[in-house]
């Protein structure tokens, strides 16, 4: 905090001159000026914290531009990597990208919503399922067993069943195998295929793209070049609609 006082400041001090003396100022003359800069700030201390959050609002811009920026440059990733599972039709003019993990409370109240939305949006939308499994080992099984499963055209149904899971004392091979089984999905299968590389990549390939996007948490969404964090589903509404209005 002293060295942000001190930089504010000094940056005050150097406002408050004349832009034509600033190259002539004195030793004398800056300390006076920074006399009289300090005297003010102790008197209006308010204003340190104006400039603390106009910083915060500057930053916080230049990080959404740069975030907008990166998914522009990662589009065909995001939205046509043939290995990604969807709901709602191929050409629908607007696409929901979903970053998730099934230990992910937030990610379990808004998994329904989500596979939702090209229906509720008369199949404009569509949305791609991206396994991000950062909250423990037994999410990283979990993506590779839905994709495993969606090898057998059970990728949804797996995708719910698992949201469907107790995250209370968490949940291991037998929890995952019984939630294959219950949505029809040859489990001795299932576990090969998530022993297979391209199953593996494809998770891989997620969590990668997820870190080049700088994405950190779960559940997150993405329309267009705008990014959601959380399971605000008001907010992504609100993208996909903006978005169909343009389109």
């Known amino acids: 905090m002293t060295r942000t006082f001190s930089m504010a400041l000094a940056a005050t001090a150097i406002a408050l001159t004349p832009a034509c003396a600033q190259g002539q100022v004195d030793t004398a003359d800056k ?20 400039a603390l959050i106009a910083l915060n609002e500057q930053r916080a811009a230049e990080e959404a531009a740069l975030a907008m920026a990166a998914i522009a440059d ?5 939205i046509n990597n043939a290995a990604d599972y969807s709901v709602g039709p191929a050409d629908a003019p607007v696409t929901v990208v979903e970053f998730f993990d099934y230990r992910c409370g937030f990610c379990k109240r808004s998994a329904q919503w989500a596979v939702d939305l090209p229906e509720k949006y008369d199949n404009k939308v569509r949305v791609v399922f991206k396994e991000f499994p950062i909250l423990s080992a037994e999410s990283e099984k979990a993506a590779l067993a839905a994709i495993a499963a969606g090898r057998q055209d059970k990728y949804i149904e797996m995708h719910m069943a698992l949201m469907e899971l107790d995250n209370g004392s968490g949940f291991g091979p037998d929890q995952i195998d019984a939630a294959a089984e219950s949505v029809g999905v040859d489990v001795a299968k299932m576990r090969a295929d ?11 390939d997620a969590k990668s793209l997820a870190r080049t996007l700088s994405i950190s948490g779960t559940p997150n969404f993405i329309v267009g070049t705008e990014m959601v964090s ?15 209005a343009d389109s």
């Open 230 to 244: 959380g399971a605000d589903t008001e907010s992504v509404e609100t993208l996909i609609e903006a978005a169909l």
């Open 194 to 204: 998530m022993k297979s590389i391209n199953v593996q990549k494809t998770v891989a």
């Open 31 to 50: 300390e006076a000026i920074e006399k009289i800069v300090y005297e003010y700030i102790m008197e209006n201390p308010e204003i340190i914290e104006d």
């Open 74 to 78: 990662n589009q065909d990733a995001l």
